[in-house]
């Protein structure tokens, strides 16, 4: 449940995989939206490949699959993030 935008990925929730979104990128940040409707904000990188994730879009479907917890990467990502 990503979107792409300039050669990097944002999360969006997972509850809109398959939906229309539109990213509007700003200098600092862009914004996803679904039916003018506000979904997802992220700082914007200007690197390359770079996938971000936002740990809340993916708890609905954590919940379903417990087990995956564990090895999901938008928990592992979040997990080394808070060890540094």
């Known amino acids: 449940s990503t979107v792409q935008f300039d050669r990097n990925r944002y999360s969006v929730p997972v509850e809109l995989v398959g939906r229309q979104i539109s990213v509007k990128a700003y200098g ?3 914004a996803c939206y679904h039916n003018a409707e506000k979904v997802a904000h992220h700082t914007r990188s200007y690197g390359r490949s770079d996938t971000f994730f936002q740990l ?7 919940e379903q699959k417990p087990r ?3 090895h999901s ?4 990502k979040s997990a080394a993030v808070e060890l540094l």
């Open 28 to 30: 600092n940040h862009i």
């Open 56 to 62: 809340e879009h993916y708890l609905p479907l954590l």
């Open 68 to 70: 995956s917890v564990y």
């Open 73 to 76: 990467k938008p928990v592992r």
